[in-house]
Nanobody
Framework: QVQLVESGGGLVQPGGSLRLSCAASGGIFSINAMGWYRQAPGKQRELVATITAGGSTNYATSVKGRFTISRDNAKNTVYLQMSSLKPEDTAVYYC????????????????WGQGTQVTVSS
């Protein structure tokens, strides 16, 4: 019943910027952490960035210094600001949330969005 809706993907030139958004809804009681993952053709899904309830962030080495993850707790929304984009950033980006629901407030589950395509090409 928990849903994660992603937006903001698209086609950009190398060196450009994009901001991805992911809004969670559907009986959420609390969110322990949210993050972004990506998967390129022929590759495994990899972690891009995460942010915990306490505000701690982690980034993949390949995106450090270029991407920034943030969240709006009031809106149950996580963002990924991507700058200095490179062709190798091309992938489907997936939103992830570790959350509890109003029905099981003491048990956290992992939820995923459907993904949004990011293409970096000249």
């Amino acid at each position: 019943q928990v849903q994660l809706v992603e937006s903001g993907g698209g086609l950009v030139q190398p060196g450009g910027s994009l901001r991805l958004s992911c809004a969670a809804s559907g009986g959420i009681f609390s969110i322990n952490a949210m993050g972004w993952y990506r998967q390129a053709p022929g590759k495994q899904r990899e972690l891009v960035a995460t942010i915990t309830a306490g505000g701690s962030t982690n980034y993949a080495t390949s995106v450090k210094g270029r991407f920034t993850i943030s969240r709006d707790n009031a809106k149950n929304t996580v963002y990924l600001q991507m700058s200095s984009l490179k062709p190798e950033d091309t992938a489907v980006y997936y939103c992830n949330a570790d959350a509890t629901t109003v029905w099981r407030r003491n048990v956290a589950h992992e939820y995923w969005g459907q993904g949004t395509q990011v293409t970096v090409s000249s």
